[in-house]
């Protein structure tokens, strides 16, 4: 039998050919053993279980469980009923007699719970290496770190022993094992996956994260897991968009070059100009941000408020037991008993500053990029000086939680010394959807293979909306395209990118003359017309009607034929509109009209 790939579309593809269940366990356990890594589990499900667990799943059936047969693995501080949870601390174990409630939706979906995963004690560090059990080796350097806390999650889906895994994060602890480890990181927006039953951190700021090879698979478990849990007060209602095309013009913030921060990691920066020169080649465009605020925010979180929230979750544990806890996290939480309520007010006080200020910055563009991690540290280096290293870790994942941000790291290439060079993206909470989307092209573009497999990526599906998802398409021609003015009116009413095309040819496209704002109009003339370059956004029918009533004459909405021969309705400009109007169909579009023309 040849090789059974784990990413989720080649292992149900392998199922359909007739592969069977107890062939996927058999080489989860033989993979186990290859890797020789005893300080990825912290407990293992027993194969019997595991096989009894497939055999109650009934025949494959995709549809209704989409995780049908799909081996993870889940930190060791979210409840898997029947296993221990330790939260890397043998002397706190439990028995949960229930499911974490976003295990209980991936049971539902039909995926396999081989085992608990490793971590930096209380999920308290971003390096990997706070833990009493055996260190998880980096896949793809033993010598260096894993990342942390999540650190037996990454290795364990990096290494293709399971199709994804469950970790948390809090300040970077789903993404920095990622960008370490040559995988994706999918950290929601905060209450997108319940939290229930989960150990906590900070449960202001937890979120469960996604590790997995493919920012599609990251997504689907997403989608799958992502819920509102009226059991837990930090849930949220966050709607989940389908992982559609992105537009192909959007606004980039990255960090100011003044601002960046390598501590001398040449082979990383020359990896994230890479990156960039990546997402400039999609299309987007760059817009440099400074980021001292961002920073500041970031430092934060170590200090007053959420450093006592860390007491608080474990105050009665650690009084009773503070000899049995791992000395760095030991010396960082326990710095929580000098604080006073006055320091935690003085932090909350000093974010909603921040917030106030960077909410503005956040909104001016449609997302962000920076490196997920600003070096590689090597086990010897952090085991040297535990706190700095861990610190330095964090510059640009800290303070994503802090201003309510959603994420994703996703791989972007190998540096020059052959280590994994990884980028985050990320966006205002609700736009894990947008992130996802841009990541998947970044990742397609790096050509990479996945994890530390081998396995050549997946051939990308088409993604976009099906014509039964109750939507409308809406062909736009001017300034409602993607980065142009009034695009924010589409987004604004719900419309999401589905294509870009062009007209049939049998139009023309003209500058209306007398307008306070440059405005093209499009109209069909049969013989003598040309294709135009379009966007086809697709907006809810409910809103729909709404947006039509606002548009001003001379424009109004017909219907367009576009090249592949469909028919959406679109922007169109009556007759009347043409008085005094230039012919400026010969740019073939409005967006290269605009860059082309001569300014007088």
Same mark, same amino acid.
């Given at each position: 039998?040849?090789?059974?790939?784990?990413?989720?579309?080649?292992?149900?593809?392998?199922?359909?050919?007739?592969?069977?269940?107890?062939?996927?366990?058999?080489?989860?356990?033989?993979?186990?053993?290859?890797?020789?890594?005893?300080?990825?589990?912290?407990?293992?499900?027993?194969?019997?279980? =595991?096989?009894?667990?497939?055999?109650?799943?009934?025949?494959?059936?995709?549809?209704?469980?989409?995780?049908?047969?799909?081996?993870?693995?889940?930190?060791?501080?979210?409840?898997?009923?029947?296993?221990?949870?330790?939260?890397?601390?043998?002397?706190? /174990?439990?028995?949960?007699?229930?499911?974490?409630?976003?295990?209980?939706?991936?049971?539902?979906?039909?995926?396999?719970?081989?085992?608990?995963?490793?971590?930096?004690?209380?999920?308290?560090?971003?390096? +990997?290496?706070?833990?009493?059990?055996?260190?998880?080796?980096?896949?793809?350097?033993?010598?260096?770190?894993?990342?942390?806390?999540?650190?037996?999650? /990454?290795?364990?889906?990096?290494?293709?022993?399971?199709?994804?895994?469950?970790?948390?994060?809090?300040?970077?602890?789903?993404?920095?094992?990622?960008?370490?480890?040559?995988?994706?990181?999918?950290?929601?927006?905060?209450?997108?996956?319940?939290?229930?039953?989960?150990?906590?951190?900070?449960?202001?700021?937890?979120?469960?994260?996604?590790?997995?090879?493919?920012?599609?698979?990251?997504?689907?478990?997403?989608?799958?897991?992502?819920?509102?849990?009226?059991?837990?007060?930090?849930?949220?209602?966050?709607?989940?968009?389908?992982?559609?095309?992105?537009?192909?013009?959007?606004?980039?913030?990255?960090?100011?070059?003044?601002?960046?921060?390598?501590?001398?990691?040449?082979?990383?920066? !020359?990896?994230?100009?890479?990156?960039?020169?990546?997402?400039?080649?999609? +299309?987007?465009?760059?817009?440099?941000?400074?980021?001292?605020?961002?920073?500041?925010?970031?430092?934060?979180?170590?200090?007053?408020?959420?450093?006592?929230?860390?007491?608080?979750?474990?105050?009665?544990?650690? $009084?009773?037991?503070?000899?049995?806890?791992?000395?760095?996290?030991?010396?960082?939480?326990?710095?929580?008993?000098?604080?006073?309520?006055?320091?935690?007010?003085?932090?909350?006080?000093?974010?909603?500053?921040?917030?106030?200020?960077?909410?503005?910055?956040?909104?001016?563009?449609?997302?962000?990029?920076?490196?997920?991690?600003?070096?590689?540290?090597?086990?010897?280096?952090?085991?040297?000086?535990?706190?700095?290293?861990?610190?330095?870790?964090?510059?640009?994942?800290?303070?994503?939680?802090? =201003?309510?941000?959603?994420?994703?790291?996703?791989?972007?290439?190998?540096?020059?010394?052959?280590?994994?060079?990884?980028?985050?993206?990320?966006?205002?909470?609700?736009?894990?959807?947008?992130?996802?989307?841009?990541?998947?092209?970044?990742?397609?573009?790096?050509?990479?293979? =996945?994890?530390?497999?081998?396995?050549?990526?997946?051939?990308?599906?088409? @993604?976009?909306?099906?014509?039964?998802?109750?939507?409308?398409?809406?062909?736009?021609?001017?300034?409602?395209?993607?980065?142009?003015?009034?695009?924010?009116?589409?987004? $604004?009413?719900?419309?999401?990118?589905?294509?870009?095309?062009?007209?049939?040819?049998?139009?023309?496209?003209?500058?209306?003359?007398?307008?306070?704002?440059?405005?093209?109009?499009?109209?069909?003339?049969?013989?003598?017309?040309?294709?135009?370059?379009?966007?086809?956004?697709?907006?809810?029918?409910? !809103?729909?009607?709404?947006?039509?009533?606002?548009?001003?004459?001379?424009?109004?909405?017909?219907? @367009?034929?576009?090249?592949?021969?469909?028919? /959406?309705?679109?922007?169109?400009?009556?007759?009347?509109?043409?008085?005094?109007?230039?012919?400026?169909?010969?740019?073939? +579009?409005?967006?290269?009209?605009?860059?082309?023309?001569?300014?007088?």
């Amino acid at each position: 039998m040849s090789e059974i790939r784990f990413d989720i579309g080649s292992l149900h593809a392998a199922y359909r050919d007739g592969v069977g269940v107890g062939d996927v366990i058999a080489t989860i356990y033989a993979r186990i053993e290859t890797a020789d890594d005893p300080g990825i589990f912290i407990h293992l499900a027993a194969r019997a279980d =595991l096989l009894a667990a497939a055999e109650a799943l009934g025949p494959f059936d995709p549809v209704t469980k989409p995780l049908w047969g799909v081996p993870v693995a889940v930190k060791d501080n979210i409840d898997v009923a029947g296993m221990p949870t330790t939260a890397a601390c043998a002397e706190y /174990a439990y028995m949960p007699q229930v499911d974490a409630t976003v295990v209980a939706r991936l049971n539902a979906a039909g995926a396999l719970v081989v085992g608990k995963t490793n971590l930096d004690q209380f999920a308290t560090g971003l390096v +990997g290496v706070r833990t009493p059990y055996p260190i998880p080796r980096n896949a793809i350097d033993a010598s260096l770190v894993p990342g942390g806390s999540s650190s037996g999650s /990454a290795v364990a889906t990096a290494r293709g022993i399971v199709s994804f895994a469950l970790g948390t994060d809090t300040a970077g602890s789903g993404r920095i094992p990622a960008g370490l480890n040559n995988i994706v990181g999918l950290k929601p927006t905060v209450g997108a996956l319940s939290t229930g039953g989960v150990v906590p951190a900070c449960r202001t700021l937890d979120c469960v994260s996604v590790f997995a090879l493919t920012v599609d698979d990251a997504y689907a478990v997403f989608s799958v897991a992502a819920a509102r849990d009226a059991a837990d007060p930090y849930s949220r209602d966050i709607a989940v968009q389908p992982l559609a095309a992105r537009p192909p013009v959007l606004s980039v913030g990255i960090p100011a070059k003044a601002d960046l921060k390598f501590f001398g990691d040449a082979a990383m920066q !020359a990896g994230f100009e890479a990156s960039l020169a990546m997402l400039s080649w999609l +299309g987007c465009r760059l817009v440099e941000i400074p980021f001292g605020d961002f920073y500041a925010t970031a430092n934060l979180l170590y200090e007053g408020a959420w450093v006592a929230e860390r007491y608080a979750a474990i105050a009665d544990f650690m $009084e009773a037991n503070e000899a049995a806890m791992h000395p760095v996290t030991r010396k960082i939480i326990g710095g929580a008993r000098k604080l006073s309520a006055a320091d935690a007010f003085r932090g909350l006080y000093a974010l909603q500053a921040y917030r106030a200020k960077l909410t503005p910055v956040i909104a001016s563009v449609d997302l962000f990029c920076v490196p997920t991690a600003p070096t590689h540290y090597t086990t010897v280096a952090v085991l040297a000086d535990p706190v700095e290293t861990n610190s330095l870790l964090g510059t640009y994942t800290n303070f994503v939680n802090l =201003l309510d941000m959603c994420g994703i790291a996703v791989p972007t290439g190998t540096r020059d010394d052959g280590l994994p060079m990884s980028v985050t993206l990320l966006a205002a909470a609700g736009l894990d959807g947008l992130v996802a989307s841009v990541a998947r092209d970044l990742h397609a573009a790096s050509g990479l293979t =996945l994890g530390a497999t081998g396995w050549r990526q997946p051939s990308a599906q088409p @993604v976009g909306a099906s014509a039964e998802d109750g939507t409308i398409e809406l062909v736009v021609v001017g300034a409602h395209l993607s980065g142009m003015p009034l695009n924010g009116q589409l987004r $604004e009413a719900g419309a999401r990118f589905c294509r870009a095309m062009r007209t049939a040819s049998s139009y023309k496209l003209y500058e209306l003359a007398g307008q306070a704002t440059p405005k093209p109009g499009l109209v069909r003339v049969g013989n003598g017309g040309t294709a135009i370059e379009v966007e086809v956004w697709r907006l809810p029918a409910d !809103a729909f009607g709404h947006f039509v009533a606002a548009i001003p004459p001379p424009l109004g909405i017909g219907s @367009v034929e576009l090249d592949d021969g469909s028919i /959406a309705k679109g922007f169109l400009v009556e007759s009347v509109g043409l008085l005094g109007a230039s012919d400026i169909s010969s740019f073939g +579009g409005w967006r290269r009209f605009l860059s082309d023309r001569v300014p007088v």
